[in-house]
């Protein structure tokens, strides 16, 4: 019985196809970050913002805003990995992008209250910079970087445990912290543009997208707290 034609991954298609799944999938990170700065815009815009994000932050909110941000996120792969439908996978993709931009609201708006509207600048244009090298050396050295996968898992796991426990005891994570997370972010960076080739099959660009966008904005969102951080500090 002869194999589907996207039953493996992207690596195993021949060029055309392999060309097209790239082009999808960096056309709709694109439309994702797009999609991400539209409705952040009006976010900050709105009149309510300042009430909006003092409820978010205040007390033990904050941990309540995460754990439903993890579960609309895990709820949203789920949806961009459907094989069921192409409109259940970009239901996935948008919902994710609705979720980033709540959650980012709060740091973003503390960055152009406190810091400026250029600080937020100069850490997108850093961010896309950095974004940009880890992809050219990803695609490049054509490495496979699946062995980040257990780096990151346990790092995932310490990184949340000491943000939790940060919130509960009241100590401020610093920008050494920061740092660290720019760090990790740009590893997941290699690894899902690794995972792009080795990993998704021609068919899933929409799931590939949302990985990629995931690593993207947790790199903005530790880059933009270094600058905040070192801005302050002038």
């Known amino acids: 019985m002869q194999a589907h034609p996207y039953s493996r991954p992207v690596t195993s298609a021949g060029v055309t196809v392999r060309a097209e799944f790239i082009r999808r999938t960096y056309g709709h990170l694109a439309g994702a970050l797009l999609a991400f700065l539209l409705v952040e815009a009006l976010l900050l815009q709105w009149s309510g913002a ?3 994000v003092r ?3 205040g007390g033990y909110t904050w941990l309540i805003v995460l754990a439903a941000f993890m579960g609309v996120s895990w709820l949203a792969e789920k949806w961009a990995q459907s094989d069921t439908s192409p409109q259940m996978q970009y239901m996935g993709l948008g919902l994710y992008v609705l979720a980033e931009a709540v959650i980012f609201l709060p740091l973003l708006y ?3 209250s406190m810091s400026g509207p250029s600080v937020i600048s100069t850490a997108g244009i850093i961010t896309i910079l950095m974004f940009t090298g880890l992809t050219y050396v990803a695609f490049t050295t054509q490495k496979d970087f699946s062995f980040l996968s257990g ?3 346990i790092g995932g796991f310490v990184a949340l445990g000491v943000i ?3 919130m509960v ?3 401020t994570l610093g920008v050494l912290f920061a740092g660290l997370m720019v760090a990790y972010a740009s590893a997941a960076i290699l ?3 690794s995972n792009i080739m080795h990993q998704y099959r021609p068919d899933q660009h929409v799931a590939a997208s949302l990985a990629l966008f ?3 904005a947790l790199l903005f969102w530790y880059v933009l707290q270094v600058v905040m951080s070192l801005t302050d500090n002038d």
Do not use: D, E, Q, R
Request: hydrophobic share 65%; no cysteine.
């Open 191 to 193: 690894y899902n543009t």
């Open 214 to 216: 995931a690593s993207v």
């Open 151 to 153: 780096v990151l898992s």
């Open 50 to 52: 300042a009430g909006f």
């Open 169 to 171: 005891f009241g100590f």
């Open 55 to 57: 409820a978010m932050m």
């Open 110 to 112: 503390i960055a152009a």
């Open 164 to 166: 939790i426990a940060s």
